[in-house]
C-alpha cells in the first residue's frame, strides 16, 4: 500500500496489545504503542490513530503533547489492530511537550515498557468509563479481540475490550459488566471478578 503522510499533536499514547480467546484461555500479543494524534493525516484535518512498535517508543520517548510526523499505512485488517495506521517511518518529532507530570488521573508522561505493562497485569475496564475518563491516559488500553469459537471447526468472532493497567486505588475506576466469551455449540463462559483479582494480586492499591 501507498504511505500517507501525517502530522499533529499526540493527544494519547498507549499500549498496543491484541487479546486472542478461546473460551476459558486467553493470550496477549503485545504489537507496541497506539498513538491517538489530532492533526492532519493525507489531505484530511482530524483525529486519528498510528501504531508504532516499542523499539521506536524507546528511541523517541513520545508523549501526550509532543507535536510529530511521519508517513504510514492503512492497516490490513482492522479487525486485529486499534490503531488506523502502521509500519510508521520517517518519523520526527517536531516539538517536546515538557508540562509537568501529572500526580492524578488521567495519567501522562511516557508509558513504561511492555514488559512493565505485561507485569502489571490488568483489570477489566467499563467501556464507558474507559471513554469518558480513560483515552488519554497512559494505563488505560482498548484492544482488539480474536476469540476463536471452535477449535474444531475454526470460526472466529471480533470485537473490542477495554482494560486497566493503573493502580487500583484510581479514583476513575469502573469495571463494568463481566465479560462473557461464546464458545461451541452456543456454550459460554463467564470471566468473573476473580481473575481480575488474582492478575494484579502482586500491586499495592497505589502501585
Known amino acids: 500500500m501507498n504511505k500517507i503522510g501525517w502530522s499533529g499533536q499526540v493527544l494519547s499514547i498507549q499500549p498496543r496489545i491484541r487479546l486472542s480467546r478461546s473460551f476459558d484461555e486467553r493470550f496477549h500479543s503485545y504489537l507496541g504503542y497506539c498513538l491517538q494524534i489530532e492533526g492532519k493525516v493525507g489531505e484530511d484535518v482530524r483525529v486519528f490513530s498510528v501504531g508504532i512498535g516499542k523499539v521506536t517508543q524507546k528511541k523517541f520517548q513520545f508523549r501526550v503533547g509532543d507535536e510529530l510526523s511521519g508517513v504510514s499505512v492503512p492497516v490490513a485488517d482492522p479487525r486485529l489492530e486499534i490503531v488506523e495506521f502502521y509500519r510508521a517511518s520517517k518519523l520526527k518529532l517536531q516539538e517536546r511537550c515538557e508540562a509537568a507530570i ?82 461451541r455449540k452456543g456454550m459460554k463462559w463467564v470471566e468473573e471478578d476473580w481473575i481480575d483479582e488474582q492478575e494484579t494480586e502482586h500491586r499495592a492499591m497505589d502501585e
Not at 467499563?126 to 480474536?146: L, Q
Not at 471452535?150 to 486505588?169: I, L, M, N, Q
Request: proline fraction near 12%; charged fraction near 25%.
Open 102 to 183: 501529572q500526580k492524578s488521573p488521567p495519567w501522562h508522561g511516557v508509558p513504561p515498557d511492555l514488559e512493565t505493562y505485561r507485569w502489571r497485569g490488568h483489570r477489566r475496564l467499563s467501556a464507558r468509563t474507559y471513554n469518558s475518563k480513560c483515552t488519554s491516559c497512559i494505563w488505560g488500553c482498548k484492544m482488539p479481540v480474536e476469540m476463536m469459537i471452535d477449535p474444531w471447526d475454526p470460526t472466529y468472532r471480533y470485537r473490542y475490550e477495554t482494560f486497566c493497567y493503573g493502580p487500583k486505588s484510581c479514583e476513575y475506576y469502573k469495571s463494568g459488566p463481566e465479560r462473557v466469551v461464546p464458545g
